[in-house]
């Protein structure tokens, strides 16, 4: 399943190289390669609040960005999600900070990520691990402005 996976990564990344800053993609990039996301972006407090509940399926390798107007202190929970998720907690410059695996459906419990973090990446639940998302790993997003370690006029080595 790991190899499939791999597979999958390589060859989204392949094909979206040149939509690396699109609004709707987000490029994750650490010591295992990187990996391309197709996202929905959640930036305004009604589509924070909706997120991904009520969604029975996610494709592979897609998302939910929620992206904060500052650095603040987070916690999400899972009322009325359907599906397990990691949740990648994200820092302004794009450093993955902290990383929930497998949040439980349903579940009501917070689920803290931490000071400082302005952008979560939402993804199916165990993919992260299974594709050696680490925290420490950057995120490339519009999102992240001037202050992105992995700047939007940076060209992917893909």
Request: proline share 6%; net charge negative.
């Amino acid at each position: 399943m790991r190899t499939t996976l791999l597979a999958i990564a390589i060859t989204t990344c392949a094909h979206a190289a040149t939509a690396a800053c699109a609004p709707d993609m987000v490029t994750v990039r650490g010591d295992f390669g990187q990996a391309h996301f197709h996202v929905s972006v959640a930036d305004d407090n009604a589509e924070r609040a909706q997120g991904l509940m009520f969604v029975e399926q996610m494709p592979l390798m897609s998302g939910m960005l929620f992206v904060y107007d500052h650095p603040q202190a987070v916690s999400f929970w899972m009322r009325n999600t359907l599906i397990p998720l990691d949740m990648l907690f994200v820092a302004p410059d794009g450093e993955i900070r902290a990383i929930h695996e497998n949040a439980i459906p349903l579940d009501t419990t917070p689920i803290p990520g931490g000071d400082g973090i302005q952008v979560v990446l939402e993804i199916n639940g165990g993919l992260s691990a299974r594709l050696g998302i680490a925290a420490g790993d950057v995120l490339q997003h519009p999102a992240f402005g001037t202050q992105a370690i992995l700047p939007c006029d940076e060209k992917s080595d893909d």
